[in-house]
């Protein structure tokens, strides 16, 4: 790692940091990840290649649980809201911008992605961080 991976990464750290502390002000909860936090957006939006995979098991919704992840239930004991489209971790993710499925998917699905993601999410108007 290089004195710019460093930076880039200690940058989206604090990055994340802040929208965490920023999104504790409004009321929906967002989830990031691999398997033990996908609510089932890996066969959802990903298509049935990441679920098919071999050595993959996931239930009839699509989760690599036998029940509901913590990301699904922490919510509700915190009195934020969540819904499927709030969650954007995916089976198999890696912590940086890869993971082990990006071949079947075409397109990288690591945990630095998922943040992406929703940083553009923000941006566009599609998710929100202030109450409703």
Do not use: C, H
Request: charged share 15%; hydrophobic share 35%.
């Amino acid at each position: 790692m290089n004195i710019t991976d460093t930076r880039v990464r200690s940058i989206l750290i604090a990055g994340v940091l802040s929208l965490s502390s920023y999104s504790a002000q409004g009321n929906s909860f967002y989830s990031f990840g691999d398997s033990l936090t996908d609510n089932g957006i890996s066969v959802r939006e990903l298509g049935a290649a990441i679920g098919n995979a071999p050595g993959r098991y996931p239930g009839a919704d699509g989760k690599f649980t036998n029940g509901s992840t913590w990301a699904e239930v922490l919510p509700g004991l915190s009195g934020l809201a969540f819904s499927d489209t709030n969650g954007y971790a995916i089976g198999g993710a890696k912590s940086g911008y890869t993971g082990f499925d990006d071949a079947l998917v075409g397109a990288p699905t690591g945990f630095l992605t998922q943040i992406e993601k929703f940083s553009s999410d923000v941006v566009s108007g599609k998710k929100s961080l202030s109450k409703n």
